[in-house]
Structures are given as C-alpha cells and as structure tokens.
C-alpha cells in the first residue's frame, strides 16, 4: 500500500542507491577537481613567486655598479668575477665569467653570490658630492666627511639637509671621481704582485692592470655623525678589496713609480691623505648609500628533494658593531641552480640563468 504522507520501501530504496551512487560520483569529481586545483594553484604561486625573485634579482643587478672592482670574489675557475677593466678591451681567452650557485650532493647550502647595491631611497639624493678640501680642518688636520655636522650651513646630516642620506647607522660608499691603474686589479687577478703592465698589445697573452677608483664602504659614525667608519663583512673579511698600489704611468704608459697602500683603505683618513691629484680633472668624492646584500641557495636537509631547495636573499645590517648578514628572505623554491654570468670584463653587465624543478601541470 501506498503512505499518503511518504514514500514506498521500493522508492526509498531506490532513492537511497541513487544518492549513494552520486555521492560517490560526486566525491570523485570533488577529489579530482581539489587535486586540479591544488596542482593549479601550486603552479601560479611558482609562477609569481618566480617573478617576484626575478624582479628583486634584476634590480639588484640593475644597482650592482659599486660591486666592481671592490667585491673578491671568485667565479667558477677561481677568476676575479667583479674585475672590471673599462680602461682596454679584454682579448683574452678568458674575459668572460660565470659563478654558478648549486648544493652539491650532501650538503644543505650553495656558495653564495654578493652584490653592493645601490639603494632606492625615494625623493633623497643619490650621490652627495664632497670636495676633499672640506674634509680637512683649517689647521689642515684631517677633520673627517662632515666633521661641520653642527654646522647649519655646512652639514651634509639629514637634520640639516632633509634630501641626505647621511643617517646615523647607515651602510654608505664613498668613491673617487677620479680613476687611477691599480697593480693589485688586473684582468685576471685581484691581488697581483707582478708587473704593472697598463697597455695590452698583443691579444691572448696579456694580464694588465685595470683602472679603479678609490673606494671605501662604510657606515655612518652614531656619535659625533661626523665620519664614516669601514668595517668588514663578519665572517667575510676578505669580501672588500681595499688594498690599492696606484700606477703613474709616463708618456710612453709604463709605471714610473707605484703609490702602495698595503694595509688597506681603512679609514676616510687614509682615503683622502692617500687620494692622488691629477690637475683639470674632478677630484670631488661621492658618497652613496647602499645595500650589501647575498643570495645562495639552501634546504632544510641534506636528503631534501630538490623542490625544497630554497633561493634565499640576506641583507646586511650594522648592529652590535659589525656588519652581518641577518634574517634571510626567501624568494622562492625548487631551483635546482642559478648561473650568473658576464661576457666579457669590458663590460659591467651581469647576466643570470634560473634553473628551477619540473613541476608537474596537470594530472592525467
């Protein structure tokens, strides 16, 4: 008999293994659907966050000027990778350049790669000019960059000058305008000890010095903020070129006497007091505020999978006296390496290749 108010048995039964039957239906398509969806999903957080850390990595390289001739650091055959010889078309066989970052089997870290970047700072100036004449006091002793910081006429400080970048604790460059042949940068070495030859005549065989501006890195003095102080990189001391044996050459370009600066320009001081004057050509210095900054790549284990592989970008910061590297960013994930890269010496362009994970895009 048929219930006015309801359903058969036959019906409910019926209506039973037809809900069952959908719901497994159903169930399928929501399984798939998430697993399209999560695989989709994966694929465009890799895409952006591939984008992103392309885009920090251009513009670093974009600012990365002050790293030349001042940042040791070896390439992948052991040549200086950030000599920059402006002064001569390089020849050689070999001008060009590549330092590869990749963890190699067992280990949990890649060699790092480090740029010294100029840094954005919006609407303030980038280059604050300083004449070496205002660094000294009038009794002609050495008074320092803005050793007139109480000075409302005279102190390049941002309290007196809004558009500076002279802040106390800041990460600064101070550069030559003026470039000279360094005998310890050449175009195949940074620490050469050899002759001090200025001109390359006969292609492939010759190892000349390059020209390289003066330059020191440094952070703003606290108290006074009348001077930069150099500090190098904690756990990286040798990272900043500072040694300098300046060539003058004669008429006929040789080396008619060496300036030596062995121990380094470590102080504004010795930078100014050693500082060559060439007549008619701009001795003013500049100071730059920038970024020291490294990337390599890294993963949690040594037995991690290569998409766990992190690309991971430090900053350096002055704290606790020292410059450091602290709180890593990471980029972005599954790279198997980064091939960063230059064609010739002659040119101050840095090229990088991303080498990522495959990943997979859709389910079959």
Known sequence: MRNNRGFSLLEMTIAIGLSGFLATIGYNLYLFATKETNTLSEDIMVTIARFGASKVITRDLSGAEPSFNYLNLADDTGLPFYTFAKNEYCRQEKCSRQLTLEIKAGEMKSRSMYFIVKKSLGKEIQRLSVHPRSVFKPDKSFGGVNWQHTSEQYSISKSNLPESPWIENRIMMLTSEVEFFDCYTSV???NNTGTCRVTCSISGTCDYAVKRPFKMLGVVNKSPSADLSYYPIN????????NYRVCRPDKDFK???????????????????KLPFIPGTDDRTVLTPVEVVE???????????????????????????SIKFEKPLTLMSGIKSIVFSRKNVSNPVVEYKLRKVRMKKSLK
């Open 295 to 321: 990337y390599y790549l890294e993963k949690p284990t040594k037995e991690a999978l290569d998409h766990q592989v992190l690309l991971k970008r430090a900053k350096a910061s002055f704290s606790n006296g």
């Open 235 to 242: 756990g990286k001391e040798s990272l900043l070129k500072t």
């Open 255 to 273: 080396c008619m006497g060496v300036v030596d600066i062995p121990n380094g320009i470590k102080s504004t001081k010795t930078f100014y007091e």
């Open 188 to 190: 195949m070495q940074m």
